[in-house]
């Protein structure tokens, strides 16, 4: 049987009881975060349990205030997938008046990608454009829609208000993360293969917290 | 600029490459997988870019037959999270005929979980045991779920056809495995902290894909 004991912590005070447990183990490390981008930092490592977080996290410029800035503003969201749509803490997107997009289900989009022969997370991308604002991508799997999303900027089409770029993979992940990480878009990825959906909904979440959300 | 180099790969190879290169990298770490299970490893290792899962995934006797089967045979999953029923393909297991149930954001769950002083996870798991069914059970995040699992199966009211438990995390999260690798129920945990929704689906996926989902 485990040698692991129970650690009796209220319901209501686990995340906060994890989150000090990373805050002592990334001292333990020798690891000092900056303070602005701590809390996204902590919740990436605490959704994934995965301390490479600590490292691998890449921010452009001003990143996390025009982050906070795009939520608590009411700027709307797409995601490339259904699972960062299901993860993104919809009490505290509601407080901001934003919309949440995801258009992955949606039939022209798996007809066009058809079409096209690309993929549907590409294709998602054409269509969020499409719609003429400025959004916060969100892109938790798919590492075309990175690639889409810097091809769009560069064509003068799209001027995101961030994005997270946090794909998760062996093949073109890193490639389209340093596209972003290239680009003059504000960011924060996830540098390397790691990543994901969670990890997506994390950031989010973090930079909506942070911005009062809850 | 990245030194990375596009990989051209069509929209509906890029999965098969990425098992490729997780074999390929499997093999020069030395690692030689069990084949019944490889499926399912290698899909948790794809879905969160991490090796861990090569060593950290223990699965009960018989534990892949019995989760295919249930799977095929249409029997029901309960989920702890909408990340984890967000991530199970749908089309996949509409082939066979179970239901995919989350009361997450159910009033009552909520009502209870205050009345009670525990968490809504663990709240979940009551109400799917008086459904008085055998269920799959797919925990991705919390590790009250699994700790009532087994409490509810030591008091001889369910019967789970599988526990999947993946939770992720800090407080009680290994102690609440250990409880389930303890027991006799049918399981595939990942020991340790690692774990998430999405791994949990994987899972899940694995497991219909191997018993003929797509």
């Known amino acids: 049987m485990s040698t692991y004991t129970f650690e009796n912590v209220r319901p209501m005070d ?13 001292a333990e490390m020798g690891i000092t975060l900056d303070p602005e981008k701590e809390p996204i930092i902590k919740r990436c490592i605490h959704t994934a349990a995965d301390f490479d977080y600590a490292k691998n996290l890449v921010f452009s410029e001003g990143a996390v205030e025009k982050g906070i800035k795009a939520f608590t503003s009411g700027c709307s969201v797409i995601t490339d997938t259904m699972m960062a749509y299901s993860g993104i803490n919809k009490k505290a997107f509601g407080k901001f ?16 990608a058809k079409e096209l022969g690309e993929t549907r997370a590409s294709v998602c991308m054409d269509k969020a454009a499409a719609m003429g ?8 799997n798919a590492p075309t829609a990175l690639i889409r999303i810097r091809e769009l900027y560069d064509a003068g089409k799209i001027n995101p208000a961030l994005v997270i770029g946090v794909p998760v993979g062996f093949v073109n992940v890193e490639f389209s993360k340093e596209l972003i990480i290239d680009s003059d878009m504000p ?19 973090a930079l909506m917290y942070m911005g009062g959300g809850r």
Chains 1, 2 share one sequence.
């Open 14 to 26: 686990i995340e906060r009881r994890s989150f000090e447990i990373i805050g002592e183990e990334l």
């Open 133 to 140: 604002e400025p959004l916060i991508y969100v892109i938790g």
């Open 97 to 112: 008046g934003g919309t949440l997009y995801n258009f992955m289900s949606d039939e022209d989009v798996a007809a066009k």
């Open 187 to 205: 960011y924060i990825v996830a540098r390397g293969r790691k990543g994901g959906s969670n990890v997506a909904a994390a950031i989010c979440n």
